[in-house]
């Protein structure tokens, strides 16, 4: 197989026309590749394209793939515990396969390149993510609410899973999910934060989403949801906090201490009527790392990076009446280095000796032109659709918007789904 990739005459995103060199899975080189240099290396046209990073999804259930366009315009709970757990309830590791492997598909057509994942039977997710190509970290999920036998459950889920992720690729990475302050323990949290730490894991967790959360979080614990973590001593800088709209500026600074990082979801956010005064400014003020999710396609219906950065942007100007708030340049980092920085992963930027997690976009489409600024562009006009080409760890996933097998996929895809809802209904 090639181990080399050349990619010529593309844009950078300092706008520099230059070429690109691929060696194994990192860029080796930018700008005046020598004949010998290429080598008989698989050469990309960049022609009127830009070569930018890939994105980092940093908060999605990937097998929810199912649930898109279902059981739409419900409040959070209701949505959850009427429409979307009762299906899950039914779920197979294989169900999860196809659901995430369909996922892995829409991330690819879309410039995704490395993801944050939460769900049951990560197992699956993760055989989807070693077929695809790409790059994820997946979460497996506590949800213990209380029940002994189920924390029990967990706890040894947990163990089996660091186990059997050693097997997996470099790209497939494992962290611990523990699902919300609502579903979750006390003693699980502290359980799944010292499991994480003794481990070198991540730790990913719903925080702060709704009101309703906040507030039953006072009633149950006479504080606040960040202040709550911090008794139970679980804030640290592996802690990734996904949502994080119901803080006040005192909590900010509680996570700042800790190095804890957040995980922005503005299209769920606002879908669910969670919130919108998701503070981006304040937390980077304070130095607390701001990734963009698109959460699973049942809450934002897409798994489009574009899209989520534009939602960021846009949503944080006109809440806060700034039109200087969130800039492109700075959600654009969001959606690529930082989030790559938060999932301890070397790429997310288009430099030497980065991973080759890269993509090509079109900038012949109208809404690319002219290309005054690349990035205010990319955050403000792009869409997933414009990505051409997309390579992670150096191997070429899509060329010309063409995936391997995409159509077979899908027609698998949506067999599976029909038996599944068949299943739940009984």
């Not at 429409?83 to 996922?103: C, F, K, N």
């Not at 959460?295 to 006109?318: Q, Y």
């Not at 990035?375 to 063409?402: E, P």
Request: include cysteine.
């Amino acid at each position: 197989m090639n181990n080399k990739i050349l990619i010529r005459h593309a844009m950078l995103p300092s706008m520099e026309i230059s070429d690109v060199l691929i060696e194994g899975n990192k860029i080796s080189k930018i700008g005046n590749i020598t004949p010998e240099e290429v080598g008989g290396a698989d050469e990309i046209d960049g022609t009127d394209c830009a070569l930018l990073p890939g994105f980092a999804n940093l908060h999605t259930h990937a097998a929810m793939t199912f649930f898109r366009g279902y059981g739409g315009d419900m409040a959070l709970m209701d949505w959850l515990n009427k429409m979307i757990w009762p299906v899950e309830a039914h779920l197979t590791p294989e169900d999860v396969y196809w659901g995430s492997r369909y996922a892995c598909l829409e991330m690819i057509k879309t410039g995704t390149t490395l993801f944050l994942d939460m769900y049951t039977f990560p197992e699956g997710t993760a055989k989807a993510v070693e077929e695809s190509g790409l790059r994820a970290n997946l979460s497996y999920t506590l949800f213990d609410q209380w029940n002994p036998e189920r924390a029990q459950k967990d706890k040894e889920n947990l163990e089996r899973y660091l186990k059997l992720f050693e097997t997996y690729s470099d790209r497939v990475q494992l962290s611990v999910g523990p699902h919300a302050i609502y579903t979750v323990s006390g003693e699980m949290l502290k359980y799944g934060y010292d499991f994480a730490k003794a481990n070198d894991l991540l730790v990913h967790l719903h925080l702060s989403e709704t009101y309703t959360e906040w507030q039953d979080c006072v009633k149950k614990y006479g504080t606040t949801p960040v202040r709550y973590l911090k008794e139970l001593g679980v804030l640290g800088p592996n802690l990734i906090l996904a949502h994080s709209l119901w803080m006040d500026s005192e909590e900010l600074d509680i996570l700042a201490d800790y190095g804890c990082s957040v995980a922005h979801n503005p299209a769920s956010n606002m879908k669910l009527a969670s919130g919108y005064e998701f503070r981006y400014e304040e937390m980077r003020q304070k130095g607390i790392r701001v990734g963009i999710g698109t959460d699973g396609v049942s809450s934002s219906n897409t798994l489009d990076m574009t899209t989520a950065m534009r939602l960021a942007s846009f949503l944080a100007k006109a809440w806060s009446g700034d039109p200087k708030a969130a800039p492109a340049g700075a959600v654009y980092d969001s959606a690529t280095k930082v989030g790559y920085e938060m999932l301890r992963t070397a790429g997310g930027t288009v430099a030497t000796g980065m991973l080759a997690d890269l993509i090509l976009v079109d900038l012949t489409v109208p809404e690319m032109t002219p290309t005054h600024d690349l990035i205010s562009n990319m955050v403000y006009a792009s869409s997933g659709s414009f990505v051409k080409t997309t390579i992670v760890d150096g191997k070429v996933l899509m060329r010309d918007r063409k995936v391997e097998g995409e159509e077979e996929l899908r027609t698998n895809f949506l067999k599976v789904s029909r038996k599944l809802f068949e299943k739940a209904k009984g």
